[in-house]
């Protein structure tokens, strides 16, 4: 009898179904999606500068950024608030030689205010990173 209504218990209401995919919807920061691994030991640090190449989308594709159109690998300090939250807290998860996907909701990208004309207000950006280097 105990065992039955701990089960029944346990299976999730519309409701609470529902209210779960709205708080895990709801998540705010950067999600780091590894494309390809690093070497796993070289991690930068609050302070170190980074060499990367990135190119940057809006989430229906369309680029407005690209280091590798230039043709030169952005170099900047890392973690001291120089770029955006979600690369000051998702480039220090990885390591040197790693390619990955940064993935940063507005309040990690450029939030309410955007960067128009390129960013419109309140958007979720996506940037392919690779870690080339750090000092």
Not at 91 to 100: D, F, N, R, W
Request: aromatic share 8%.
């Amino acid at each position: 009898m105990y065992k039955t209504r701990l089960v029944q218990s346990l299976k999730a209401t519309p409701l609470v179904a529902r209210r779960s995919f709205s708080v895990s919807s709801a998540r705010m920061g950067v999600t780091v999606e590894t494309i390809s691994p690093g070497d796993g030991k070289n991690f930068p640090k609050q302070g170190d500068t980074v060499h990367m190449h990135y190119v940057g989308t809006l989430q229906d594709g369309s680029k407005f950024d690209s280091s590798r159109d230039r043709g030169s690998p952005f170099v900047t300090p890392i973690g001291v608030g120089r770029v955006i939250k979600g690369w000051d807290e998702g480039v220090p998860q990885l390591s040197l030689g790693q390619k990955a996907n940064l993935i940063c909701t507005p309040d990690y990208a450029y939030g309410a205010r955007g960067f128009p004309p390129v960013i419109p207000a309140n958007a979720t950006l996506k940037f392919e990173v690779e870690l080339l280097k750090i000092n």
